[in-house]
């Protein structure tokens, strides 16, 4: 089975200063992963898309910047925080193919104060 | 594109009734639909799953039921659990949009003692 990890779980920042929140993939090799982000009592919007090492798909203009270095590593980056950009924060994977479910790493709970 | 949405935002049942979590979708060439939930500061968690090709399919104490012709799914949750309190999603994938979902609001289903 697929394990998505995700750190650090919570984590308050300054408007203006950089970010980099990390997932890794466990248990399976060429996942397709993604990014999301929830809104307070909202559904789930999804930030960017990756199929494989280098290759990234944002879906809506933001401040944000998304990087896959390694087929199980994906990072979400920006280099000056907003305060619109404080959100829950999810990495997700699917087993590629025609595998639609995706599975979700714990979040990373991102306040910028 | 498509757009998914559920038709109430809060449920509230009591324990040991059956629970009905309801959602429509939009793209008839939508092919994949699945149901997640999610509780409180924690990733969503895949429940069940179901292809264009069937129209129900059951798990373990949850059923799901799709009618194509209207464009509707639903969620049924037989004998609720104070555990089941949660936030469900319904998300629904293969409209051309390669592996990627696209997730309704979510519903709070408050399962009362």
């Known amino acids: 089975s697929q394990t998505i990890h995700q750190w650090p779980a919570t984590l308050v920042q300054p408007v203006g200063s950089p970010l980099s929140l990390e997932c890794t993939v466990e248990?399976?090799?060429?996942?397709?992963l993604y990014w999301y982000r929830q809104a307070a009592g909202r559904g789930l919007q999804l930030l960017f898309y990756s199929v494989g090492i280098g290759q990234i798909s944002s879906e809506v203009p933001q401040n944000l910047s998304a990087s896959r270095p390694q087929d199980r590593q994906f990072i979400l980056s920006s280099k000056k925080l907003l305060l619109s950009d404080s959100g829950f924060y999810l990495c997700a994977g699917d087993l590629g193919g025609v595998r639609y479910e995706q599975y979700f790493g714990p979040g990373t709970r991102l306040t910028v104060t | 594109g498509e757009s998914v949405g559920l038709h109430l935002p809060t449920l509230s049942v009591q324990e040991g009734d059956n629970s009905i979590i309801n959602c429509a979708y939009s793209n008839s060439a939508s092919d994949y639909f699945i149901w997640y939930k999610q509780e409180s500061g924690k990733g969503p968690q895949f429940i069940i799953d179901i292809r264009s090709n069937m129209d129900k399919r059951q798990g373990q104490r949850v059923t799901v039921l799709l009618n194509k012709t209207v464009k509707h799914l639903s969620l049924q949750i037989a004998a609720t659990q104070p555990g089941d309190s949660a936030v469900y999603f319904c998300a629904v994938g293969g409209s051309g949009g390669g592996n990627k979902l696209t997730f309704g609001t979510g519903t709070q289903l408050k399962v009362e003692l």
């Open positions: 248990g399976t090799s060429n996942p397709n």
